[in-house]
């Protein structure tokens, strides 16, 4: 569980969610349903669902299935910087959580991730450790890009691309600093995001795509790192 620090649960005096959790889905209505159960009912957590023009009901089964979620509807396809921007325009948590549709919280995964946040005030942000749905680990920290990223993007070989040359980082075992993480998953320090301004919607990625992510995790200021990377 989180220390009592900045991030802990919030008392009487202070209503501020201590999270808000920011999910842009397009098309994706039985994902994005799981993906929101596994963090709508954490204490302290205001769940935002932006939805991008999708078509196959994702909207409606939203409000049916979660009356608290503050549901956007956006007229056109914001595309994912866009799409999260808005969601946090609307947001009052002290930490954003960005979270894919396709992807979902495993029990204590955010008190975790707060308790690093917290505890690590040069962290910008904190992302976790992934797992495909047969359990296998699916790469989720990452170096800038290089030469031999660049040679692999444009000659594969198998073997190689999760490895290190290809710019991956290992499991952490303990919280580690890293250049940027996946986009699937990141908790993200409120003053962080102000001090930096939104995402940039000129990058066109992926919803998990760490290029947007490297908007938020290239951290000018001294006083913080680029980012962190831990286990559930």
């Known amino acids: 569980m989180p220390g009592q620090g900045s991030f802990g649960l919030p008392s009487p005096l202070d209503a501020a969610p201590r999270v808000s959790a920011l999910i842009v889905s397009y098309n994706t ?4 349903l799981e993906s929101i159960a596994s963090v709508v009912n954490q204490p302290g957590v205001e769940t935002i ?10 909207p409606q089964a939203v409000a049916e299935r ?3 979620v503050q549901l956007i509807r956006s007229a056109t396809n914001l595309g ?16 954003l959580l960005t979270l894919n549709p396709d992807a979902r919280l495993e029990p204590d995964a955010l008190d975790l991730l707060l308790e690093v946040l917290d505890r690590t005030p ?15 680990a699916q790469p989720a920290a ?13 000659f594969p070989i198998d073997r ?4 290190p040359l290809n710019g991956r980082v290992p499991d952490a075992q303990r919280p580690m600093k890293i250049d940027h993480p996946l986009g699937a998953c990141m908790l993200i ?5 102000q001090d930096i301004g939104p995402l940039d919607e000129g990058y066109s990625c992926s919803p998990s795509s760490g290029a947007a992510a490297c908007a938020i995790t290239s951290v000018f200021p001294a006083r913080r790192t680029t980012g962190l990377y831990t286990r559930w």
């Open 29 to 32: 209505r039985a994902l994005l």
């Open 49 to 58: 669902v932006l939805d991008n023009a999708s078509h196959d009901g994702s």
């Open 66 to 68: 979660f009356p608290t």
């Open 80 to 95: 994912f910087a866009g799409g999260v921007n808005k969601a946090a325009g609307c947001a009052t948590g002290r930490a």
């Open 122 to 136: 040069r962290a910008a942000l904190v992302g976790p450790t992934l797992r495909y749905a047969d359990g296998s």
């Open 142 to 154: 990452f170096r800038f890009p290089g030469l031999a990223q660049i040679a692999l993007d444009l």
């Open 160 to 163: 190689l691309m999760a490895s």
């Open 189 to 193: 320090d409120r003053a962080a995001w």
